[in-house]
């Protein structure tokens, strides 16, 4: 094979600040076999990149209607997950159920009051609560309603999520509620705004390219904010679905901004240095390994952004538990791992 050279970085746990450290000129490599993933066996070719949406808008509150009550309705029971690699499971998003809720009851003559639902980003939002104001006199068809609907979210997603709760509790009338016209833009808004699986690869069909996380709502005391986690292996594919979801929130006059930018890893299918691995690893041992694209953040993503042209695999032993104070290694794969890299170096293709 032609020379080594090792890139160690630092803070991959906690940002990934090292990759983001990286500048233009430093490596003269290309090809770069990553170290750091997590079953043996199975040989990475590409991630998602992510970007954070950040919409808000501020209201002044109005004072509620003669004759009204209030009631805290919560959503709770949901399995939630990681918002990557388990946003293609079909699992129940705690804001998007709430919203569907929530757009009948005010047609109905309920009012929002406020709306917290999600606690980060990479989440998918697994409980939410609003409180609402109704007419006293519809008291009773507003208890039936969310009764209605607790039986209807338990049978459209009783195969997937454990029981979903759903109660209503009467609270104290509160001094002011989100105006009538904000309130209704706002709904319509987040029932709107796209969530979940945009787009599968089209070169790997059963992976996903592109999705999005509802993640976290906050409405009250007169300001309204809107997070979302947006992924894609395909920076293109990403920006695209950035300009959608800025679109869904700033046609209400929301401020939108976005940050946390990183890039994806382009799946290449047809990469020299990945037939070279296969071919070595089903030689060494007798079967073919797996190749992966995994819907959350690597460092390939970040350093392929700097370093133009890389040609990468991200390989490892097998870990459990990573990034966490149970954070182990099976120690008979770490002999395998160690004799495939150095037959995988024995292979290196050679540039035509």
Not at 160 to 181: M, N, R, Y
Not at 203 to 216: G, H, K, M, Q, R
Not at 315 to 334: C, N
Request: proline share 5%.
């Amino acid at each position: 094979h032609g020379p080594l050279e090792a890139l160690i970085t630092k803070d991959e746990e906690t940002g990934m600040f090292g990759a983001f450290g990286l500048r233009p000129g430093t490596l003269n490599g290309e090809i770069m076999l990553n170290l750091d993933s997590e079953d043996e066996g199975e040989l990475f070719i590409g991630c998602a990149g992510g970007l954070d949406i950040n919409a808000t808008k501020q209201y002044q509150e109005v004072k509620p209607l003669n004759n009204s009550i209030a009631f805290k309705v919560t959503l709770k029971g949901l399995r939630g997950g990681h918002s990557g690699l388990e946003i293609h499971t079909g699992r129940a998003n705690a804001n998007k159920l709430m919203v569907y809720f929530v757009y009948e009851a005010t047609n109905k003559g309920a009012g929002l009051v406020s709306w917290d639902g999600g606690n980060m980003r990479n989440a998918i939002p697994r409980e939410v609560q609003v409180i609402v104001t109704v007419p006293a006199a519809s008291k009773e068809s507003f208890l039936k309603l969310v009764a209605d609907f607790e039986a209807l979210f338990n049978k459209e997603y009783g195969a997937i999520e454990t029981p979903i709760s759903f109660k209503a509790e009467q609270v104290e009338l509160p001094q002011g509620v989100v105006p009538q016209d904000v309130q209704n833009a706002l709904i319509q808004t987040i029932y709107a705004c796209p969530n979940g699986v945009i787009r599968m690869i089209p070169t790997i069909p059963d992976t996903v390219e592109t999705s999005t996380n509802l993640a976290i709502i906050t409405i009250g005391n007169g300001e309204a904010s809107i997070k979302i986690l947006a992924r894609s292996s395909s920076d293109n594919m990403k920006t695209d679905l950035a300009n959608s979801l800025e679109s869904c929130f700033t046609m209400i006059g929301m401020k939108v901004e976005r940050g946390g930018d990183y890039s994806g890893w382009q799946p290449n299918v047809n990469s020299p240095i990945l037939h070279a691995m296969k071919a070595a690893y089903k030689k060494q041992f007798g079967t073919e390994p797996e190749v992966k694209v995994v819907h959350a953040g690597l460092e390939c993503g970040i350093i392929g952004a700097t370093i133009k042209g890389l040609d990468m695999i991200s390989f490892g032993p097998t870990l459990r538990s990573p990034h966490s104070p149970d954070e182990r290694a099976y120690i008979p794969s770490v002999a395998k791992f160690y004799d495939f890299l150095v037959t995988t170096l024995e292979n290196t293709p050679v540039k035509e």
